[in-house]
């Protein structure tokens, strides 16, 4: 393979001008071999080195680094959440304590006052009852008293008819145990 | 208008001579080395945000698309080849997406260039092959279960299909990708001939012009697709390298 590219190159030309024996097609044209060879491994070896050496573990670099962010946003978030969730565990069982003692209170508050408004009652039934008995008292010996007055006015009421009728002062024994009869009968 | 004119070599400089080879730097290796540039801008000029942009996207996805089909294919040992497969992946993807660009030229469109990749793979297979399991790397010839009787005729049949491994790998991506450029060209140049030819010839290019844009949605597929397989090759036979047990 003597023939230079150029040569190759110019014979092609010559041919194409000329219209008689074909060129050989480009891709089989051995004398372009060697160069092609020679190129290709510095491209291939300079890409493989530059793949292997900064391409490549700067994109995985990249790619994890995302995934880390990923993953700690997602723990973190996760963490929120189970703190948020505790946050709710408590406040609700906060809320139920707080209930329940509210109701205890309530119920206790309730007891205490029934009790002091029955005491209340109570007391001031009995202070009634012993006003109402000793104004029954003083309406008894009133009345009595009042009954004892009407009966020395009967007496004496009928001690004085029957000095006038008879003339005649009456025993005043008699009289009183008439009057008595009389009163209750 | 000649539909092969894209695939010439064109030498841009001499760098030497190697056995009275003339060893010069061609277009081709200028799209190599772009191809080198374009990765390298994508994998090392974005951005390491923490929500990533567009190119910092695809940089990553490119990553995680690689490492993913290697640990389906080959399993979690076969990321200790993740640089090599990914290299491949990325020089063959990028090269061919730039080649659907008119008047580029598509570095995969040669076969001596695939054929070095495939040999590549196929000497990383053998020597790793050889030096993580030893002789007992020769498993891969002998699926078991098999009845001894046929033993020898399956044996052959494997080793044919492993050595011919290089070849059809290679040459899978090569014709497609030289297939696919001259039908473009062909079609882009119908619609040149056409348009020369007056007021009849403008209506009529317009079908062309049409598959031309069609053929170029699916070149683009060809060439992501042609790459990803190109990869999962490699990245299956890395695994009989790995496990050569069937």
């Known amino acids: 393979m003597a023939e230079s590219h150029g040569n190759a190159h110019g014979a092609t030309a010559h041919t194409e001008a000329d219209g008689g024996h074909k060129a050989p097609f480009p891709p089989f044209q051995k004398e372009t071999f060697a160069s092609q060879l020679v190129s290709l491994t510095i491209a291939f070896v300079a890409l493989y080195l530059i793949s292997s050496r900064l391409a490549l573990p700067r994109v995985r670099q990249t790619i994890d ?48 006052l029934n009790a002091a408004a029955e005491a209340e009652r109570k007391a001031l039934e009995e202070r009634l009852s012993v006003k109402l008995a000793d104004a029954e008292k003083t309406i008894a010996s009133t009345r009595s008293a009042a009954m004892s007055n009407v009966r020395g006015i009967a007496s004496d009421a009928a001690t004085a008819i029957v000095q006038q009728l008879t003339g005649a002062t009456p025993d005043s024994k008699l009289v009183d145990s008439a009057v008595e009869a009389s009163m209750k009968g | ?96 997406l730039v080649g659907i660009i008119p008047y580029t030229f598509t570095i995969s469109s040669h076969i001596i260039v695939t054929a070095a990749l495939a040999f590549l793979v196929f000497f990383t297979v053998l020597i790793y092959g050889f030096y993580k399991n030893g002789l007992r790397f020769f498993k891969l010839f002998v699926p078991s279960g098999i009845p001894v009787v046929i033993l020898p005729l399956v044996v052959t049949i494997e080793v044919i299909s492993f050595l011919s491994r290089p070849v059809s790998h290679s040459v899978r991506l090569f014709a497609n990708m030289l297939a696919g450029h001259i039908t473009l060209k062909v079609f882009a140049s119908f619609v040149t001939m056409l348009g020369a030819m007056g007021i009849v010839g403008v209506f009529g290019a317009v079908l062309p012009l049409a598959l031309v844009v069609a053929l170029t949605a699916l070149e683009l597929l060809v060439a992501f697709l042609q790459a990803y397989v190109f990869t999962i090759l490699t990245c299956i036979y890395i695994n009989d390298a790995i496990h050569p047990g069937h």
């Open chain 1, 65 to 112: 680094d995302r995934e880390n962010t990923i993953k700690g946003d997602l723990a973190h978030a996760q963490k929120l959440k189970d703190d948020s969730d505790a946050a709710l565990k408590a406040y609700e069982a906060e809320l139920a304590a707080a209930r329940a003692r509210a109701q205890a209170i309530g119920n206790e508050t309730r007891e205490k």
């Open chain 2, 1 to 96: 208008m000649d539909p092969i004119h894209q695939f010439n070599i064109e030498p841009i400089f001499t760098i030497g001579h190697i056995g009275g080879q003339e060893i010069a730097f061609t277009n081709s290796s200028a799209y190599m080395f772009l191809a080198v540039a374009l990765t390298s801008l994508l994998m090392l000029g974005t951005g390491r945000r923490l929500v990533p942009g567009r190119m910092q996207s695809i940089a990553e996805i490119s990553y995680e698309f690689v490492a993913d089909t290697i640990r389906t294919t080959a399993g979690k040992e076969g990321m200790k080849f993740f640089p090599f497969v990914f290299s491949i992946f990325m020089l063959v993807t990028v090269s061919n």
